[in-house]
């Protein structure tokens, strides 16, 4: 090996060495209620060429990854429809309260917090090696009656009240 190559190859090194491990990113998450107080949860993330290939070559199994967490937080078993390197939808039965009038009805539905996935996150040897971001940079509840509640940035949601008029 040249003396070139051998620098090239040691500056190569310096610079992964140094450079922020970036992994998983939320770039977006879409909640669509039902009338029954079902969702549709649409998500939009962002892999690191590592996860990416984690994924491609079946070391880890999106769909079966985001089920368990999804059962593991649910009442109700979900049901992944869709898990990609860079989406997922996920619906979930009885997301919402749904609360009957008579002319009227109200969808509650629960705060919503990515906190319990940075700390499991935080929990893994390798977490001082990268930086995941799971607070979405926009979320979007979308009701029946098409009302849109929106958040940027942030970790948390609140639960959200709305009332549907018949």
Do not use: H
């Amino acid at each position: 090996m040249n003396y070139t190559s051998l620098i090239l190859l040691c500056l190569a090194i310096c610079a992964c060495a140094v450079m922020p491990a970036q992994a998983f990113a939320s770039k977006s998450l879409t909640i669509t209620l039902n009338e029954n107080g079902d969702a549709q949860i649409d998500m939009q993330y962002d892999l690191t060429l590592v996860e990416q290939s984690a994924v491609f070559l079946r070391i880890t199994d999106p769909a079966n990854e985001l089920k368990k967490a999804f059962d593991s937080g649910s009442g109700q078993p979900v049901t992944v429809t869709k898990a990609t390197s860079s989406s997922s939808t996920v619906i979930v039965p009885a997301f919402a309260t749904v609360y009957k009038g008579n002319d009227k009805y109200t969808i509650v539905t629960p705060a919503v917090s990515f906190v319990k996935a940075q700390d499991v996150m935080n929990s893994y040897w390798f977490a001082p090696l990268v930086s995941p971001d799971f607070s979405p940079e926009i979320t979007t509840v979308v009701f029946p009656d098409g009302f849109c509640s929106t958040f940027e940035n942030v970790l948390s949601i609140p639960p959200i009240s709305r009332p549907i008029y018949r």
